[in-house]
């Protein structure tokens, strides 16, 4: 069964680089049917995508964030990993890792969330 | 804001249908499938429904999506205490060079 687990430092202080990996486990890493994402929820509020990664290290990111994100992949360990420079409050969220799915059809080409890590909390404060 | 408009709120006594809604624009539901995810408190989103109208393995058949135009639904039937939780459609936005985006979220109280 597929596993995503998130980590890395909890507390970040402003202005520094907020790192986080997401080590997958139990499942097909370097498959050409799956990208790999990034979502973020601050306290209290909805869902924000971060970016994506697919395996051959091809991103794609959230407009808004994308100046300072950075997201890559490690295939020989089956992990990727999210970088975001200077941060802020606002940065304060529970992360998660998520596979995303890919496909296409007679209608649309598609990829969604389908399989997501528990999250882990990040703080920035100094 | 959201770019996916989605009420905050939405209720029902057990055994009731529900349904929330969840609005968008041409360039995002309406060009590209809808999601719904469900986050019971404190735990991580779990997919719900995918490409609209499917249902993961798993996902009891009292769970329903639909879509028209720029707008998506989720119907939940024959509601039960377990529900209550936070629900999210999402998609696809071609404008900005492409991005995910969610709705705010509705929180669903089982009376």
């Known amino acids: 069964q597929l596993q995503l687990q998130e980590w890395g430092p909890g507390l970040v202080k402003p202005s520094e680089t907020l790192s986080l990996t997401c080590t997958v486990s139990?499942?097909?890493?370097?498959?050409?049917?799956?990208?790999w994402g990034w979502i973020r929820q601050p306290p209290g509020k909805g869902l924000e995508w971060v970016g994506s990664?697919?395996?051959?290290?091809?991103?794609y990111y959230n407009p808004s964030l994308k100046s300072r994100v950075t997201i890559s992949v490690d295939t020989s360990k089956n992990q990727f990993s999210l970088k975001v420079n200077s941060v802020t409050a606002a940065d304060t969220a529970v992360y998660y890792c998520?596979?995303?799915?890919?496909?296409?059809?007679?209608?649309?080409?598609?990829?969604?969330?389908?399989?997501w890590g528990k999250g882990t909390t990040v703080i920035v404060s100094s | 804001q959201s770019v996916l408009t989605q009420p905050p709120s939405a209720s029902g006594t057990p055994g009731q249908r529900v349904t929330i809604s969840c609005s968008g624009r041409?360039?995002?539901?309406?060009?590209?499938?809808v999601y719904w995810y469900q986050q019971l408190p404190g735990t991580a989103p779990k997919l719900l429904i995918y490409?609209?109208?499917k249902r993961p393995s798993g996902v009891p058949d009292r769970f329903s999506g639909s879509k028209s135009g720029t707008s998506a639904s989720l119907a939940i039937s024959g509601l039960r205490s377990e529900d209550e939780a936070d629900y999210y459609c999402?998609?696809?936005?071609?404008?900005?060079?492409?991005?995910?985006?969610f709705g705010g979220g509705t929180k669903l109280t089982v009376l």
């Open positions: 139990g499942g097909s890493f370097n498959s050409s049917s799956y990208y």
């Open positions: 041409s360039s995002d539901i309406g060009s590209n499938y």
């Open positions: 990664a697919y395996y051959s290290g091809t991103t």
């Open positions: 490409r609209n109208n």
């Open positions: 999402a998609t696809w936005d071609d404008s900005l060079s492409g991005r995910w985006v």
């Open positions: 998520a596979r995303q799915y890919a496909g296409v059809d007679a209608v649309f080409d598609y990829y969604y969330m389908d399989v």
